[in-house]
């Protein structure tokens, strides 16, 4: 907290990124990682997040689904000139809504998406959950092609990627979500990938309960075993771990289309 103001730091460099023991490349993303670090605040909240661009080009953030002033959207050359390898850029506006959200550049964005530039954005209710929630996990979908033998994501590929992904991560590698019987469980899932996702739970169904709209009206929440997350899009799911004493795990597979 700075005078009142939550404050932010996000360094867009260069990374190493290992998708899984033995799967590493180059990538760009924020913070020494891919997907950047998950952005938590609360609704009403005033935050500055400062963007520091240490890529060999320009690059900017779109904060995406949120609603603030124009002159903080991120698109590079519409909105604010694009952040200037070296530059520092703050990003200033007040939390007026809550859900799930994600942040991406807007400047040469097909190439700084393609190779990894993209995290989620969460603010939480400010009257607190209208359920109480035990596991509140986010995860990013993306795909990539790497293609044999070379050592850096091809942004130039539109269709045919080799590497599906949980936030950047692919099996063995990914975390599992952990849940104990009865605990009250949210999947948020956010899609920045060229692809729609349908995220599919083994043993469960869930309600679909939000979107990058916010959090849903009861009477609109959906009971669904497969859900497709489209491109650019949130979904959030919620269901009661092992309810119907089936399973003592949770197994999320994606489906590829
Ligand atoms: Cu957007």
């Not at 990124?17 to 891919?34: D, I, L, R, V």
């Amino acid at each position: 907290m700075k005078n009142g103001v939550k404050e932010f730091r996000l360094v867009a460099e260069e990374i190493e990124h290992e998708f899984a023991p033995g799967t590493t490349a180059k990538c760009w993303g924020y913070n020494g990682s891919t997907p950047g670090p998950t952005i938590e605040a609360v609704e009403g909240d005033s935050i500055r997040i400062l963007v520091t661009n240490n890529l060999p080009e320009h690059t900017t953030i779109h904060w995406h689904g949120i609603l603030l002033p124009s002159g903080m959207d991120g698109v590079g050359g519409l909105n604010q000139p694009t952040i200037k390898p070296g530059e520092t850029f703050a990003y200033e506006f007040d939390l007026n809504q809550s859900g799930t959200y994600m942040y991406h550049p807007h400047a040469d964005e097909m190439v700084q998406l393609a190779v990894g530039m993209m995290g989620m954005f969460i603010i939480h209710p400010k009257d607190g959950e209208p359920q109480k929630i035990d596991r509140d996990y986010a995860i990013m979908l993306h795909n990539w092609a790497i293609h044999p033998g070379t050592y850096r994501p091809d942004p130039s590929i539109m269709t045919e990627f080799d590497l599906w992904t949980i936030n950047s991560k692919v099996f063995p590698a990914i975390e599992y979500p952990i849940a104990q019987k009865g605990d009250r469980v949210r999947i948020r899932i956010g899609n920045l990938s060229m692809w729609n996702h349908p995220m599919h739970l083994h043993g469960h169904k869930y309600w679909v309960t939000g979107s990058d709209g916010g959090r849903w009206p009861k009477s609109l929440w959906r009971p669904e075993t497969t859900e497709i997350v489209g491109v650019g899009q949130t979904r959030d799911i919620e269901f009661d771990a092992g309810a119907r004493g089936l399973g003592r795990f949770i197994a999320i597979s994606l489906i590829t289309p």
